[in-house]
C-alpha cells in the first residue's frame, strides 16, 4: 500500500457550474489527494456545443447575427473562466500538487472520456447530479457514460441532501 501512495498520480475531476461538481472537488481535495503529493489535479471544464439555430424555411426559426453569436460565446467563455477559477481557488492549500485546468468544448460525456483517456488519467473524479431514472432516461448520465467508457477507476461523489428546511 505504501508503495501505491508514492506513486505519481493523474486525478482528473470534472467540474460546471452545479453545486455537485464543486462539491466533489472539495470531497476529493479532502480525501484522494494529499497536501504533499506529487499528484497531478487536472480540472475540465465542457462547454457544451452551442446550439443551432437557423431560418431556412421562414417557419419560425431564428437567424442570429454575428454580434449575438459573438455575445453568446463570450458569455460561454466567461462562464466556464469563472468556473475555473473557483475550481483553482479551493485547491490553493496544495502544496506539492500540480494543478492544471483545461477548457474543452464539446458533449460532455465524450470530452471526459477523451481527455481522460488523452492524459493518461489514473482516476476520474465527477460529482453526480442525482437525477431519478425517468429524467435520467431523458437527458443521458454523463457520470454512467463515463463508467461505462473509460479505462481508469471513475469515483462519482453524490452530494448529500441538505438538511434544511425552509421556514
Same mark, same amino acid.
Given at each position: 500500500?505504501?508503495?501505491?501512495?508514492?506513486k505519481e498520480r493523474k486525478i482528473l475531476v470534472a467540474v460546471d457550474e452545479g453545486e455537485e461538481s464543486m462539491?466533489?472537488?472539495?470531497?476529493?481535495?479532502?480525501?484522494?489527494?494529499?497536501?504533499?503529493?506529487? %499528484?497531478?489535479?487536472?480540472?475540465?471544464?465542457?462547454?457544451?456545443? =452551442?446550439?443551432?439555430?437557423?431560418?431556412?424555411?421562414?417557419?419560425? !426559426?431564428?437567424?442570429?447575427?454575428?454580434?449575438?453569436?459573438?455575445?453568446?460565446?463570450?458569455?460561454? +467563455?466567461?462562464?466556464?473562466?469563472?468556473?475555473? %477559477?473557483?475550481?483553482?481557488?479551493?485547491?490553493?492549500?496544495?502544496? %506539492?500538487?500540480?494543478?492544471?485546468? =483545461?477548457?474543452?468544448?464539446?458533449?460532455? =460525456? %465524450?470530452?471526459?472520456?477523451?481527455?481522460?483517456?488523452?492524459? !493518461?488519467?489514473?482516476?476520474?473524479?465527477? !460529482?453526480?447530479?442525482?437525477?431519478?431514472?425517468?429524467? =435520467?432516461?431523458?437527458? !443521458?448520465?454523463?457520470?454512467?457514460?463515463?463508467?461505462?467508457?473509460?479505462?481508469?477507476?471513475?469515483?462519482?461523489?453524490?452530494?448529500?441532501?441538505?438538511?434544511?428546511?425552509? +421556514?
Amino acid at each position: 500500500m505504501a508503495d501505491m501512495a508514492a506513486k505519481e498520480r493523474k486525478i482528473l475531476v470534472a467540474v460546471d457550474e452545479g453545486e455537485e461538481s464543486m462539491h466533489a472537488l472539495s470531497w476529493c481535495l479532502k480525501n484522494v489527494i494529499s497536501k504533499n503529493s506529487k %499528484d497531478t489535479l487536472a480540472l475540465l471544464y465542457v462547454k457544451p456545443p =452551442r446550439a443551432v439555430y437557423t431560418a431556412i424555411d421562414g417557419t419560425g !426559426g431564428y437567424l442570429f447575427s454575428s454580434d449575438i453569436l459573438a455575445t453568446m460565446d463570450k458569455y460561454s +467563455n466567461d462562464v466556464a473562466e469563472c468556473v475555473v %477559477d473557483k475550481a483553482k481557488k479551493m485547491c490553493k492549500d496544495l502544496h %506539492d500538487v500540480k494543478v492544471e485546468t =483545461r477548457i474543452d468544448h464539446g458533449d460532455p =460525456r %465524450d470530452v471526459i472520456c477523451e481527455m481522460t483517456q488523452n492524459l !493518461g488519467a489514473d482516476m476520474l473524479v465527477m !460529482g453526480s447530479h442525482g437525477y431519478g431514472p425517468i429524467k =435520467r432516461a431523458f437527458l !443521458g448520465s454523463v457520470s454512467n457514460h463515463c463508467v461505462q467508457n473509460v479505462q481508469c477507476p471513475v469515483l462519482i461523489v453524490k452530494k448529500p441532501k441538505s438538511t434544511a428546511t425552509n +421556514n
